[in-house]
């Protein structure tokens, strides 16, 4: 009997979604299956067009199966072993990342959050006591405009654990969903890192998320322009000091050479964050798990934050625009019309 290739949905086929689907793809060590909501009629009919610095150029491609939703997915090609979430984490949007992928969780499966931000495995593990959860950071560079993948970085990802308490044995559990994710998805092109401290990762990656993102969406700058008017002294790196206070303060230490790396990193590429590119096209961003988990943190432990909190308002104005925009929220001026403002806040809760 042939063995039975283990399971991977796919969720989220942004370019990073769409570059793990074809190197699952290649490999064939994996079943794989892809969610592709708005342009599922022409990833059915023509495919993706990719050009990637890691897996070359395919024309026409798709995974083996698609599926319209996570809930299609789980009907027809469930059950499975490993969810694959590369969706934007945007708990302040329409659908939280746990309602997304509900629908085909089951005992069995493992979720793998390849998403940025911090804080983002605590709310997966209250809504899926008994799943494994992995955390992984990807320093893929990765877009997909109208289902032309173009994949600009080496694909490398840092893959660890989340330790879930309530299992027993959960190491052990959680080392073999590691092995295996590691052994269907590695080849000759790519690298993952199996990494004992992912939470540092993420802290380190958080230190660009943090100041270079949000203020190049707040502003609509690049972040060579950015530097050119003074942020680096004035805005960057008293931000990035904020992120290693408060990692210090969760016992994670990171070096000032890491802060020099991130401010230097696109020195002269007049380059535009995903963030900011996401802001002009009037698309919600995820300021909650880049900033206001952080901060959160920071208050907790009395770790004062003054750059970061300004960061965070004026960043949440800029998706509070874009709510309204969008509909996602609605603004009844005639409520607000004899109401004194502090309390304005509330009012919109309501
Ligand atoms: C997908 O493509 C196939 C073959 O090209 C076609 O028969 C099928 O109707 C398409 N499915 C949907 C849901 O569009
Ligand atoms: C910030 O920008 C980088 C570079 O474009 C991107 O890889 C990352 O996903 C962005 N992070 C957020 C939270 O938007």
């Not at 090609?77 to 694959?84: A, Q, R, T, V």
């Not at 092109?189 to 990494?195: A, H, P, R």
């Not at 992912?198 to 993102?213: C, F, G, I, P």
């Not at 800029?318 to 004899?338: A, H, S, T």
């Amino acid at each position: 009997m042939p063995e039975r290739k283990p399971k991977v949905l796919v969720v989220g086929s942004g370019g990073v979604g769409a570059i793990g689907a074809l190197c699952l793809t290649l490999n064939d060590k994996a079943d794989v299956t892809l969610v592709v909501r708005s342009d599922y009629a022409k990833v059915n009919e023509s495919g993706y067009s990719i050009k990637s610095v890691t897996y070359g150029e395919h024309e026409n491609w798709k995974p083996r199966h698609i599926a319209k939703s996570v809930a299609d997915a789980s009907e027809r090609f469930g059950e499975f072993d490993f969810i694959l979430l590369t969706t934007k984490n945007i708990p302040d949007g329409p659908i939280t990342c746990e309602d997304i992928i509900r629908p085909a969780v089951t005992p069995r499966t493992a979720i793998i959050l390849l998403q940025n931000g911090l804080g983002i495995e605590k709310p997966m593990i209250e809504q899926f006591p008994h799943n494994v959860i992995l955390s992984g950071v990807t320093l893929l560079c990765s877009t997909n405009i109208n289902c032309v993948v173009c994949n600009s970085l080496k694909d490398q990802i840092y893959l660890g654990a989340w330790s879930n308490l309530n299992i027993k044995n959960h190491a052990e559990k959680e080392q073999s969903a590691i092995n295996e994710f590691t052994r269907i998805y590695s080849n000759e092109y790519n690298k993952v890192f199996i990494d004992e401290n992912v939470e540092k990762t993420r802290w380190e990656k958080l230190l660009y998320n943090a100041a270079l993102n949000s203020t190049t969406t707040i502003v609509n700058l690049d972040v060579s322009r950015c530097q050119i008017a003074g942020a680096n002294n004035e805005l960057f790196r008293p931000a990035m000091r904020e992120i290693v206070a408060i990692a210090a303060s969760e016992g994670v230490e990171i070096s000032p050479e890491t802060v020099e790396k991130f401010i230097h990193i696109s020195d002269g590429q007049f380059y535009s964050p995903s963030m900011c590119v996401d802001a002009r096209k009037k698309q919600l961003f995820e300021s909650e798990i880049i900033l206001g988990n952080p901060i959160k943190i920071a208050e907790a432990n009395g770790v004062e934050t003054p750059v970061l909190k300004t960061l965070y308002t004026l960043l949440s104005m800029v998706q509070f625009r874009i709510k309204e925009e969008k509909g996602i929220i609605k603004i009844d001026e005639n409520e607000y019309r004899n109401t004194n403002s502090d309390s304005y806040p509330d009012i919109l809760k309501k």
